[in-house]
Every structure is written in C-alpha cells, then in structure tokens.
Nanobody, 121 residues
Framework: QVQLVESGGGLVQAGGSLRLSCVGT????????MGWYRQGPGKQRELVAT???????NYGDSVQGRFTIFREGAKNTVHLEMRNLKPEDTAVYYC???????????????WGQGTQVTVSS
C-alpha cells in the first residue's frame, strides 16, 4: 500500500504564495509519477501539475507560469510552490501518486486526503 500525506495548505491573500508538500510512504519509490490535483467548490477535480520519475513535468493551463512542482529525489516527496495566487485557486488540493505494480507496466493510483487552500480577494 501507499500513503500520501499533504501539508502546507491555509488561507492567503490574493497575490500571495504558499508551498504544499506531499510525502509518500509504503510501496512507492522515485520512479513513481507524483503530482497535484485540485477540486474547487462546485467544480470537477482538475490537474494542477505532475512530475514523472524521470523529471518530466506537466502543468494545468490555469497555473502555468505561477506554480512550480519539484520533488526531493529518493525521498518520494513532492512540493508545489504556488505564487501570485488568485481567488479562483481556492480548492482542496490532493496529492496523487501513480505506481507501477508489475513487470507488465500495470499501474495503481493513490490519493492523499487533501489540504484546503483558500485565497481571499
């Protein structure tokens, strides 16, 4: 099993910054793809950013240029640096991990409990 624990959410004014962190434990290693998704009030869950074990990064269109994702090597820890936050960034942010479970390449997806980010105008 894999456990993902997020930290770093909170309340911030528009234009401010926050850093989210997610620590993965259990059957997860540095080859896993890790990332962040978010779900705002009345909205569907959407991609924020992901980073593969090889360092390939993908950002959602709405955060491109404002958010930065990076990971701490073998520690299975991924961070999301959020700058110039906007009220529309208000959401529950979920850490995501995709782990390869066999030699055929099958994967399993794991989610953290989520951390609330609220941006006031």
């Amino acid at each position: 099993q894999v456990q993902l624990v997020e930290s770093g959410g909170g309340l911030v004014q528009a234009g401010g910054s926050l850093r989210l962190s997610c620590v993965g434990t259990g059957r997860i290693d540095s080859s896993a793809t890790m990332g962040w998704y978010r779900q705002g009030p009345g909205k569907q869950r959407e991609l924020v950013a992901t980073i593969t074990g090889g360092g390939r990064i993908n950002y959602g269109d709405s955060v491109q240029g404002r958010f930065t994702i990076f990971r701490e090597g073998a520690k299975n820890t991924v961070h999301l640096e959020m700058r110039n936050l906007k009220p529309e960034d208000t959401a529950v942010y979920y850490c995501n991990g995709v782990v390869t479970v066999n030699v055929e390449g099958a994967t399993r997806t794991f989610w953290g409990q989520g951390t609330q980010v609220t941006v006031s105008s």
